[in-house]
């Protein structure tokens, strides 16, 4: 495998990382609080609107580090998400959901990797299948007030009730006057934490059903490979 087949495999599973994560920002609110009903309270307004709309657009950049500490160069972004469905744009790639096909486009080699993922590929990259796994069962402490990126927010920490999942720890960040979530970290079983911080969320978009689907008439010289 060449030098740049290992970069761009590193940079496909950067892309699964976040999306795990921005799906758990657009569904954090839904999940079925055990402890902590302020907690619960919280994270039901958090995500109201997004139930509500039809669409939610931010920006994001993302951070991995490793369990010895090292930490990786952060990533940035934006993300457009409807119900099952999201687009994820960043500077070597931009992915597409439908709810059903993946389309991942790699600039520097202008590939686009299609695929229908299975059950467990799902698990990582679609917001439902996430929220199957977070029905599973968290428990929610008490939320701490503290300020993140400069501003007043409620920290809640999630762990999971069982031994299901690849998360030890979710920590979500939800701005106390504007109700929307300013950062999400997470730890993994394997001790490698992910942080994710929000910028410009705006639950005001309407967006149509084909923004999630990649148009190859826009990119026509693309090589297709189809994983299915």
Do not use: C
Not at 33 to 51: C, F, G, H, P, V
Not at 213 to 218: A, K, P, R, T
């Amino acid at each position: 495998m060449t030098v740049l087949q290992n970069m761009n495999d590193d940079k496909e599973q950067i892309m699964k990382k976040i999306a795990i994560l921005l799906t758990a920002i657009l569904f954090a609110g839904i999940l079925p609080a055990q402890n902590s009903t302020q907690s619960r309270a919280i994270l039901d307004k958090a995500s109201s609107a997004y139930e509500k709309s039809n669409g939610v657009s931010f920006t994001f950049s993302f951070t991995t580090i490793e369990a010895n500490g090292q930490s990786y160069p952060s990533q940035s972004g934006k993300a457009m998400a409807k119900h099952n469905k999201f687009k994820l744009e960043m500077p070597d790639m931009e992915t597409w959901f439908d709810g059903k096909t993946q389309w991942v486009w790699i600039k520097s080699t202008n590939e686009v990797n299609v695929s229908t993922p299975s059950s467990a590929e799902i698990a990582a990259i679609s917001p439902l299948a996430l929220l199957n796994i977070y029905k599973s069962g968290f428990s929610l402490r008490e939320p701490i007030s503290k300020k993140v990126n400069g501003k007043d927010v409620f920290v809640i920490q999630l762990t999971p009730t069982g031994k299901q999942g690849d998360f030890k720890q979710i920590e979500v960040a939800v701005d106390q006057k504007t109700n929307s979530i300013v950062q999400v970290k997470t730890l993994l079983k394997n001790n490698l934490k992910n942080v994710i911080d929000i910028n410009n969320y705006n639950t005001n978009y309407h967006f149509d059903d084909s923004i999630f689907v990649f148009n190859s008439s826009l990119h026509p010289e693309a090589e297709i490979v189809d994983l299915r």
